[in-house]
């Protein structure tokens, strides 16, 4: 079965960096678009980053742009996720999601877009 399989959460001071990675197995991974969401407690689930089948077309909410980069290693079936500058207002639980639309179009930022889910790494970043 598709299995999708965060790490890199933590916790790090205001103005830190973390990396995040999602191992996934069980699909054919350069078939499918990747996309970072995160979700704090009572809050909504948030698209937070996108990057395509190939890796070129990368897209990211305003919140994290110049600050987040996505990439992916389609040899290693590994997305990664670059935070630096990382803010407190940024401690959520961080989900990769695979979408069956090997591109990030129209609405890759909402989480009925994707088709498969991690469990989530959780990052928090204190004051």
């Known amino acids: 079965q598709v299995q999708l399989v965060e790490s890199g959460g933590g916790l790090v001071q205001a103005g830190g960096s973390l990396r995040l990675s999602c191992t996934a197995s069980g699909l054919t991974f350069d078939n499918y678009r990747m996309v970072w969401f995160r979700q704090a407690p009572g809050k909504e689930r948030e698209g937070v980053s996108c990057i395509d089948w190939s890796g070129v077309a990368t897209y990211y909410a305003d919140s994290v742009k110049g600050r987040f980069t996505i990439s992916r290693d389609n040899a290693k079936n590994t997305l990664y996720l670059q935070m630096n500058n990382l803010k407190p207002e940024e401690s959520a639980m961080y989900y990769c999601?695979?979408?069956?639309?090997?591109?990030?179009?129209?609405?890759?930022?909402?989480?009925?877009?994707?088709?498969?889910w991690g469990q989530g790494t959780q990052v928090t970043v204190s004051s």
């Open positions: 999601a695979a979408g069956a639309s090997g591109y990030c179009s129209g609405s890759w930022w909402s989480p009925v877009a994707s088709n498969y």
